[in-house]
């Protein structure tokens, strides 16, 4: 793969580092410049998966979403599409959540889908009330 590839972001299971509607710019690598933690784009099962690299030993990676309870099945290194170099939400640039925070909410996550579409709702909410003419005048 020759140059950037964008991503829109389709599924929760990298809350809270990524939401849905998240745009991702998306680069390719080699599977040597990947350290644990980094966010990477591979297939699976005649799909792409954005999750985070929690281990690799050889040509095989472990890769978690950090809001699903367990590993993905290993995957290899030729599997790999990129690594996330930039993420854009609402049409701003964003860092993915930090560590601590990260790992705080994504246990909650992790034990309940429900908590994760009850964050979503809220999240939209709060977006669609932020950006209405109402709450400016206030």
Same mark, same amino acid.
């Given at each position: 793969m020759a140059g950037e590839v964008h991503l829109k972001v389709a599924g929760s299971s990298m809350l809270p580092a990524l939401w849905p509607g998240d745009m991702l710019s998306v680069r390719p690598c080699a599977a040597s410049e990947l350290e644990p933690g980094s966010i990477i784009v591979f297939r699976q099962?005649? &799909?792409? *998966? *954005?999750h985070r690299l929690i281990h690799r030993s050889g040509d !095989?990676?472990?890769t978690q979403g950090d809001a699903r309870p367990r590993p993905? %099945?290993? #995957?290899?290194?030729?599997? #790999? *599409?990129g690594r996330v170099d930039t993420v854009v939400r609402n049409g701003k640039p964003v860092?993915?959540? %930090? &560590?601590?925070?990260?790992?705080?909410v994504a246990v909650v996550f &992790? !034990?309940?889908?429900?908590a994760a579409s009850l964050f979503l709702r809220l999240a939209s909410r709060m977006s669609a009330i932020c950006e209405s003419s109402e709450f400016l005048r206030a």
């Open positions: 099962h005649g &799909r792409l *998966v *954005v !095989r990676l472990l993905d %099945g290993q #995957i290899r290194t030729s599997d #790999i *599409v860092k993915p959540a %930090g &560590r601590h925070w990260r790992s705080s &992790r !034990r309940s889908e429900l």
